[in-house]
């Protein structure tokens, strides 16, 4: 099953969040998907995946310091993340919306941020390939 195989026939603007590990242990993720089905969006896929420091790799590929990639994957090898893809108006933006918000709430520190957002359309499409290439994983 793919990331977004749940297709309508819509024109819908979709985007992902990514739970880290920090916040899963905290059992931060209802809070999360609460607020952003408050925010007008549907959730239509959830997926669990611990990644592996390929997949990190990949995933994080222009923004993460090959000299901090090790805490990276430390801070991932303690939970799996959840992956929540979700559509509505204004997904991106609903996106970075909920990226901020819950980072200033729980900011446990730059690479336990709480949770991922895609930035832009282009950046949601490259994501969703990369994890729908890893379902063997789920």
């Not at 709430?105 to 950046?123: F, R, V």
């Amino acid at each position: 099953a793919h990331l977004h195989s749940k297709r309508r026939c819509t024109l819908e603007e979709r985007s992902l969040v990514v739970i880290k590990p920090d916040a899963v242990l905290d059992k931060r993720d209802t809070e999360i998907k609460n607020f952003l089905i408050s925010k007008g969006v549907t959730i239509i896929q959830e997926k669990n995946l611990w990644f592996t420091a390929e997949m990190l790799n990949a995933f994080y590929l222009y923004s993460i310091p090959k000299a901090s990639f090790e805490k990276m994957v430390e801070l991932y090898a303690k939970s799996f993340a959840i992956l929540i893809v979700f559509e509505g108006e204004g997904a991106i933006a609903v996106g970075q919306e909920t990226k901020n918000f819950f980072r200033r709430k729980y900011n446990y520190d730059y690479y336990g941020s709480t949770i991922h957002a895609a930035d832009n359309a282009e950046e949601y499409a490259r994501e969703v390939d990369l994890l729908n290439s890893s379902c063997d994983k789920f």
